[in-house]
């Protein structure tokens, strides 16, 4: 868990532990896997999946906000080749305003 929360203090120094602990939780099995642990920003078909799986079904976002928090997101990690999922969808839920949510 230390190197999922290290990994999100990089771009929210603040972050919520309990957050993160429930996002990788939520991904479980998925983070055993090198790809699936991993975000694509260049991938249309993988922000998607996000949008549909963890936006709307998880935090309850309307495809707009999703879509907008989505491309926060991606704009933050641009300089991040290997986007970890689970930063990944704690900085859509920081930037959604759903951080509660979790």
Do not use: W
């Not at 972050?15 to 939780?25: H, P």
């Not at 309307?62 to 290997?82: G, L, P």
């Amino acid at each position: 868990m230390s190197d999922y929360i290290e990994n999100v203090r990089k771009y929210s120094a603040n972050a919520n532990e309990g957050a993160v602990n429930t996002i990788v939780k939520y991904l479980g099995i998925a983070l055993q896997g090198r790809d699936s642990s991993l975000v694509s920003c260049s991938d249309p078909d993988e922000l998607a999946r996000v949008r549909d799986r963890y936006c709307k079904k998880k935090l309850g976002l309307e495809m707009a906000v999703a879509d907008e928090a989505i491309k926060a997101t991606c704009e933050q990690m641009k300089d991040e080749r290997n986007k970890h999922r689970v930063t990944f969808y704690y900085l859509v839920a920081e930037h959604s305003g759903t951080l509660s949510k979790l």
